[in-house]
């Protein structure tokens, strides 16, 4: 079975400062992976996603993550956050390119001024 | 740029009555979900429909939850009767297969929030 971890349900952050959010996974097979973002009622928005190649991946907003296969981890990072960052933001992963697709809890980013 | 429209965007109802989520998906995408999502916690698939057809139900409370894609195109979500434990965030996506790079993508529709009193 596949299951997604997030780490961290709260994050705290200073605006300009840099953040990284937690992610690991459970997979016995190859996986996507996924960073989604969510604003207060609203749906879910794409950030980024691994699929193959490079292990760095860029985003929208300026938003990167990098995946770590020994590790199953796939870590969200911004060098320097803004106040319009904050929001919920969701790990997932699709397994074998099944269509299917399995989130993690969620990490609340809360970026103060 | 296309999007999966939901309506209604709220609803707020009382225990034990009927309640109907609609969602249209972006044209094309043959994979439509639907996702319950409680305060504090990821999405929760309820049903996956391939086509018209379900794929995958097996996170769906059948006894009160149904939900139909009659003609391949858009879905309706109901709950009858509803409880107080049904309040949440309820998600439709859908997906398509993107050739170029090889995998799906799915896209969220805005939700519709549901509070049972």
């Known amino acids: 079975a596949q299951s997604v971890t997030q780490l961290d349900s709260q994050v705290p952050v200073f605006e300009e400062a840099p953040v990284e959010l937690r992610c690991n996974y459970s997979s016995s097979v190859s996986v996507y992976l996924f960073w989604y973002v969510q604003y207060p009622n609203q749906g879910l928005q794409l950030l980024l996603k691994?699929?193959?190649?490079?292990?760095l991946v860029k985003g929208i907003n300026g938003f990167e993550a990098e995946f770590n296969k020994s590790q199953t981890s796939f870590h969200l990072r911004k060098p320097s956050v803004h106040i319009s960052d904050t929001a919920e933001y969701f790990c997932?992963?699709?397994?074998?390119?099944?269509?299917?697709?399995?989130f993690g809890s969620g990490t609340k980013l809360n970026v103060k001024p | 740029e296309a999007e999966v429209a939901q309506s209604p965007r709220y609803k707020i109802t009382e225990k034990s009555q009927a309640v109907a989520f609609w969602c249209d998906p972006i044209s094309g995408h043959a994979t439509l979900y639907w996702y319950r999502q409680i305060l504090g916690q990821g999405p929760e698939l309820l049903v996956q429909?391939?086509?018209?057809?379900?794929?995958?139900d097996s996170q769906l409370p059948k006894d009160r939850f149904s939900a139909e894609r009659l003609k391949g195109v858009d879905s309706t979500l109901k709950i009858q009767p509803a409880e107080l434990g049904d309040s949440a965030m309820y998600l439709c996506?859908?997906?398509?297969?993107?050739?170029?790079?090889?995998?799906?993508?799915?896209?969220f529709g805005p939700g519709t929030r549901l509070t049972v009193t």
């Open positions: 691994y699929l193959s190649g490079s292990t």
């Open positions: 429909f391939q086509d018209e057809s379900v794929v995958d």
């Open positions: 996506a859908s997906s398509s297969w993107t050739s170029g790079e090889g995998s799906y993508e799915q896209y």
């Open positions: 997932a992963v699709s397994v074998n390119n099944f269509n299917k697709f399995y």
